[in-house]
């Protein structure tokens, strides 16, 4: 079988993260990557391939069968919309776009072309996470009754030299709880509402140091959430499993869900069930630690997306589903801002 022709918009942090995972795969030939800073020649030099200044450039040079865009939030309708009308199926970084409108636009225009968007929310390839989802949609822990989750840490102080990051935008509900919101809806079920609160009291800038949230599932279950850039704890995904060699591992549990007859403590998975029939607070418990195998999983979403691309699977994160990942999302913000519950 010929390499499909892969293209990459955005040669940043997150640019090289897709480039890499590209070198483990023999389903793709690197056609060009898209950027106009000068930076890029040097990533364009490494990986062996053409450097463009703009999308429309590299599209017209190249004919891709996939594009990756890995460009920041606020750029990511033009060229998203661009590859699908030359024809190429694109894998979009979260969030999916800056707002509602560009999301429909992206959708309409994915219908329009009879081309996939597939959105990289990267954790849903973890054997782990699907394991979770299993554990739960199945009865497992019987009916889902609540969610406790957070996200605490502590971002380093130069990480907002950068004025950009000061900005409501690059605050931790939309950099970080995109990517919680996405693991709730996928393990536990759509949201149905949401009600938060924010402050901003430690670094007094635009974006918010901490979040508290309040969300009803479609099942029935209510569920809470902690978000924070400005907690030091050891209480995160990537503090959980260690899959950022900049963030030591505590193996610590950072979202908690519970049913009738038993409990799931998250992302590493320890099972919590009665030793006997019955459930209740007198009975005995015993815990079981399943195991869990690190991935990588920008290789598991790239090898999807060539599965996407040649029409033998549909696209796990759709840019329906990754839009409704967006809106519980910055319905966080509306809450907060409004004082009101926000449904949707």
Same mark, same amino acid.
């Given at each position: 079988?010929?390499?499909? @022709?892969?293209?990459? =918009?955005?040669?940043?942090?997150?640019?090289?993260?897709?480039?890499?995972?590209?070198?483990?795969?023999?389903?793709?030939?690197?056609?060009?990557?898209?950027?106009?800073?000068?930076?890029?020649?040097?990533?364009?030099?490494?990986?062996?391939?053409?450097?463009?200044?703009?999308?429309?450039?590299?599209?017209?040079?190249?004919?891709?069968?996939?594009?990756? =865009?890995?460009?920041?939030?606020?750029?990511?309708?033009?060229?998203?919309?661009?590859?699908?009308?030359?024809?190429?199926?694109?894998? =979009?970084?979260?969030?999916?776009?800056?707002?509602? !409108?560009?999301?429909? !636009?992206?959708?309409? #225009?994915? !219908?329009?072309?009879?081309?996939?968007?597939? =959105?990289?929310? !990267?954790?849903?390839?973890?054997?782990?996470?699907?394991?979770?989802?299993?554990?739960?949609?199945?009865?497992?822990?019987? @009916?889902?009754? *609540?969610?406790?989750?957070?996200?605490?840490?502590?971002?380093?102080?130069?990480?907002?030299?950068?004025?950009?990051?000061?900005?409501?935008?690059?605050?931790?509900?939309?950099?970080?709880?995109?990517?919680?919101?996405?693991?709730?809806?996928?393990?536990?079920?759509?949201?149905?509402?949401?009600?938060?609160?924010?402050?901003?009291?430690?670094?007094?800038?635009?974006?918010?140091?901490?979040?508290?949230?309040?969300?009803?599932? @479609?099942?029935?279950?209510?569920?809470?959430?902690?978000?924070?850039?400005? *907690?030091?704890?050891?209480?995160?995904?990537?503090?959980?499993?260690?899959?950022?060699?900049?963030?030591?591992?505590?193996?610590?549990?950072?979202?908690?869900?519970?049913?009738?007859?038993? *409990?799931?403590?998250?992302?590493?998975?320890?099972?919590? #069930?009665?030793?006997?029939?019955?459930?209740?607070?007198?009975?005995?418990?015993?815990?079981?630690?399943?195991?869990?195998?690190?991935?990588?999983?920008?290789? @598991?979403?790239?090898?999807?997306?060539?599965?996407?691309?040649?029409?033998?699977?549909?696209?796990?994160?759709?840019?329906?589903?990754?839009?409704?990942?967006?809106?519980?999302?910055?319905?966080?913000?509306? *809450?907060? #801002?409004?004082?009101?519950?926000?449904?949707?």
């Amino acid at each position: 079988m010929s390499q499909l @022709k892969l293209a990459i =918009v955005g040669a940043g942090v997150i640019g090289k993260r897709h480039l890499l995972a590209s070198t483990h795969l023999d389903d793709f030939s690197l056609v060009g990557i898209a950027d106009p800073f000068p930076g890029a020649q040097a990533v364009a030099e490494k990986y062996n391939t053409q450097l463009f200044e703009t999308t429309s450039e590299m599209l017209r040079a190249t004919k891709p069968d996939g594009v990756v =865009v890995a460009t920041p939030t606020e750029h990511h309708l033009e060229p998203t919309l661009q590859s699908l009308d030359a024809g190429a199926h694109v894998l =979009v970084e979260k969030p999916i776009m800056s707002d509602m !409108q560009e999301c429909e !636009q992206t959708i309409a #225009k994915s !219908q329009s072309t009879g081309k996939h968007v597939l =959105v990289g929310h !990267q954790r849903r390839y973890y054997a782990l996470v699907n394991k979770a989802r299993e554990l739960i949609q199945q009865g497992h822990i019987g @009916k889902l009754i *609540s969610v406790s989750g957070q996200w605490t840490v502590r971002k380093p102080d130069d990480y907002y030299d950068a004025d950009w990051r000061k900005k409501w935008q690059a605050g931790p509900i939309l950099t970080n709880m995109i990517h919680e919101m996405d693991l709730l809806r996928y393990i536990a079920g759509d949201i149905t509402s949401i009600t938060a609160e924010t402050a901003n009291t430690s670094l007094n800038f635009e974006k918010e140091d901490v979040a508290a949230m309040v969300l009803r599932f @479609k099942n029935g279950a209510l569920g809470t959430f902690l978000i924070s850039d400005q *907690s030091f704890s050891p209480w995160s995904w990537e503090h959980a499993l260690g899959e950022n060699a900049a963030i030591p591992r505590t193996k610590q549990n950072s979202i908690k869900f519970m049913g009738t007859t038993g *409990s799931l403590e998250f992302p590493n998975l320890t099972l919590w #069930k009665s030793t006997g029939d019955k459930c209740n607070w007198s009975s005995e418990f015993e815990s079981t630690e399943l195991v869990n195998e690190q991935e990588d999983a920008y290789i @598991k979403q790239l090898s999807h997306f060539h599965d996407v691309i040649t029409g033998t699977q549909p696209p796990l994160v759709s840019a329906a589903d990754a839009t409704a990942t967006l809106r519980a999302t910055l319905a966080v913000y509306d *809450s907060a #801002k409004s004082g009101a519950r926000v449904t949707f």
